[in-house]
């Protein structure tokens, strides 16, 4: 059984820091590269897969708990269950990436992708995308496939048939995938278009509503029913609302899809002035003004 603490030369309660350093430095001396030795291009597959687990709080904290059994196949941690271990998010250039390599419950379903990144991959994330090395063996390079979603279908997951190397492919597609974002497997990632929603905008795990309300209600008070993505919920409109009064509603957004937490969505009043009145209306509101 391997142990990743002992395999990048630091402690159990090593911090982020002294990981990074242990790794830049074990990742260089044995990467195949620079080291022609029999032994380097296993040894440096080692090193990443202790580097890209011990980096990661969520897998760090499954290995605590299991070993390296959480990252096998069937494995307690292995697939892209929320808060599990098998995904996370990165930012690469302008794309959010999430990952999901192997194990039960792979959203590439019938493939095997192992536990783990590619080693050389890590390795060209952590130094720039550029090798150290002049002349360098391999380049990064990935094939791209794209699908396009509905919004309710980006919020809540779903499955999805994608034709990947000329072969239809079922994809566990996870809630709360946004437009734009990456779904990287071992060997091509999955880029994700979203519909616009037609009254909902989407910021992030948030959602903003603009709730239309009356003078009359904003000046009284009252209560009004606003859709959420979770169905109809009904608000209190307070005496004086002024326009742009802004309320949230904790919980009510778009999940996040490598934990249970979800966004807030925020409804935005706007107070409707009618374009015009009848003569009662008027005499009304000019009594109103007096008052006021």
Do not use: C
């Amino acid at each position: 059984m391997v142990n990743y603490y002992e395999v990048l030369g630091v402690s159990k309660n090593a911090g982020d820091h002294e990981i990074k350093t242990a790794y830049r430095k074990l990742a260089l001396k044995w990467h195949p590269d620079r080291n022609k030795s029999s032994g380097a291009a296993e040894k440096f597959k080692e090193i990443n897969k202790a580097f890209e687990v011990l980096s990661n709080p969520q897998k760090k904290q499954m290995y605590d708990q299991y070993g390296e059994a959480a990252f096998q196949r069937g494995g307690p941690g292995a697939g892209g269950s929320p808060g599990g271990a098998g995904g996370q998010y990165y930012q690469e250039g302008p794309f959010k990436v999430y990952t999901n390599f192997g194990g039960q419950g792979n959203p590439f379903e019938n493939i095997d992708f192992g536990g783990f990144s590619d080693p050389f991959e890590i390795f060209e994330q952590f130094f720039g995308f550029q090798s150290p090395f002049s002349g360098g063996r391999r380049q990064s390079h990935r094939d791209i496939y794209e699908t396009s979603l509905t919004f309710e279908e980006a919020v809540n997951g779903i499955k999805k048939d994608v034709v990947i190397k000329g072969d239809t492919k079922t994809i566990q597609i996870p809630a709360g995938v946004d437009e734009g974002m990456r779904i990287r497997f071992s060997d091509f990632d999955l880029l994700i278009h979203v519909k616009p929603h037609p009254f909902f905008k989407r910021q992030n795990q948030d959602i903003h509503f603009e709730k239309e309300i009356s003078y009359s209600l904003a000046v009284l008070g009252g209560v009004v029913e606003v859709p959420t993505i979770n169905g109809m919920v009904k608000l209190k409109i307070r005496p004086g609302t002024q326009s742009g009064t802004t309320v949230r509603l904790r919980g009510q957004g778009v999940p996040h899809p490598q934990s249970y937490n979800k966004g807030d969505q925020y409804v935005v009043f706007k107070i409707v002035v009618p374009s015009s009145v009848s003569a009662k209306a008027r005499r009304i509101l000019s009594d109103l003004e007096e008052e006021i």
